[in-house]
């Protein structure tokens, strides 16, 4: 299974409420609130696609997509127990 | 199928605050149903009253949103008539312990199959943030402005004396032990609690000046840890997280059955 390429992040601007849980705990600093406190990509190509922001996201607002394939579910790193 | 599939659309944008916890439970929850596979269909969530039992009304399986503490009663009904069907129950701190404390300890000695979810945010978060057996001795709440004289369960202690036969512990922060310790809990045959530490920023958060919802999933981070380990011994302070217990005991609907065959064949 190779390294995850990422092909966009899906923000549902509708349901974000601008909590920045998803901006503060992405290890990368991918993201960022705008000027309407909406999450945005600032700098995607500095994302590993590690799905955390999405797993964290109170109001399933934001969304991975990686190509081409979706690659193995994050389950398969959970019993580690870290995050 | 995708998580989208599994929850009810036309109610979203949720009615929970920015940032709080109980989203993430149903973030993991949807996870932990997706990877384990199971149809729609086969699931019933059974809920009480509070911003965390508002969590049936988002997700599309069989849903029933009862009473305040008596989402097992009701729980343990629908069970009984059909022991095929997978049982979820999340409930609020207080929905699960301060009014519904009796049916949790006799549920969990019965040890029925079902997932009793404790999404515990240590407040009353619907009614205005009240104390609750949760709170915990020296905190803030609406009805305790001089600070909280009451000392707290520790829900792991109680679900495994009342006789539970899987219990685990983890937080908000920590969403993949979440969905591990999920599906293992609705895997497991018996009476499983999980136990989720959540955020309340609003309420708990505001009371007791612990910051917004990302302060406090850090306090979830650094003042937590793996049960069993060497930090635990070191920091005695720090709160475990995993999985408790684990033991394969007599499942009350397999036992009410046998019982059935009995009287019949009498
Ligand atoms: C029989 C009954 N008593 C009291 C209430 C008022 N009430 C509604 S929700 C609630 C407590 C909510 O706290 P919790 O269960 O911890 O859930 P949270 O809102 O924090 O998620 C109370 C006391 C009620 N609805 N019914
Ligand atoms: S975690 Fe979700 S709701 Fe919060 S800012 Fe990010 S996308 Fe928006
Ligand atoms: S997938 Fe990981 S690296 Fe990419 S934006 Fe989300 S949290 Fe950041
Ligand atoms: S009051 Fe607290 S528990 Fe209720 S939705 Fe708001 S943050 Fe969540």
């Known amino acids: ?83 | 199928m995708a998580i989208k599939d599994y929850i009810r659309e036309r109610f979203f944008p949720h009615m929970w605050c920015a940032g709080c916890g109980h989203g993430i439970v149903l973030n993991g929850l949807l996870r932990a149903i997706e990877q384990i596979g199971i149809s729609k269909n086969d699931i019933v969530m059974v809920s009480g009253i509070g911003c965390s039992s508002r969590i049936s009304g988002y997700v599309d399986f069989h849903t029933l949103h009862t009473l305040h503490g008596r989402a097992l009663a009701f729980a343990t009904g629908v069970k009984m008539s059909r022991p095929e069907l997978k049982l979820i129950v999340p409930m609020g701190d207080g929905d699960a312990l301060a009014i519904g404390g009796n049916h949790f300890i006799h549920a969990a000695r019965r040890n029925i199959d079902m997932t009793a979810i404790v999404m515990n945010n240590r407040i009353y978060g619907m009614t205005g943030g009240q104390y609750s057996p949760l709170s915990g001795y020296g905190t803030s709440a609406t009805t305790a402005p001089y600070s909280n004289i009451d000392h707290t369960f520790d829900v792991v202690n109680l679900s495994v004396a009342a006789g539970a036969s899987f219990v685990a512990r983890t937080t908000a922060y920590h969403v993949m032990q979440m969905i591990s310790v999920l599906k293992q809990a609705i895997l497991h045959k018996g009476f499983s609690v999980v136990e989720i530490l959540t955020q309340c920023p609003t309420y708990f958060g505001r009371k007791n000046k612990l910051g917004g919802a990302v302060e406090m999933m850090e306090y979830f981070k650094n003042n937590t840890t793996s049960v069993g380990s060497k930090a635990k011994q070191e920091n005695p302070e720090l709160i475990e997280r995993g999985v408790f217990v684990r033991k394969e005991i007599p499942e009350y609907c397999s036992e009410y059955e046998k019982i059935i065959q009995r009287a019949t064949i009498g």
């Open chain 1, 1 to 83: 299974m190779g390294k995850p390429k990422l092909k966009e992040h899906i923000i549902n601007r509708e349901w974000c409420k601008g909590c920045g849980i998803c901006v503060h705990f992405c290890p990368k600093n991918v993201l960022e609130l705008d000027e309407n406190d909406k999450a945005v990509a600032v700098i995607p190509e500095e994302c590993i696609c590690c799905r955390l922001c999405e797993l964290r996201c109170p109001d399933l607002a934001i969304e991975v997509i990686t190509e081409p394939s979706e690659v193995s579910e994050s389950s398969e790193v959970s019993e580690t127990s870290e995050v």
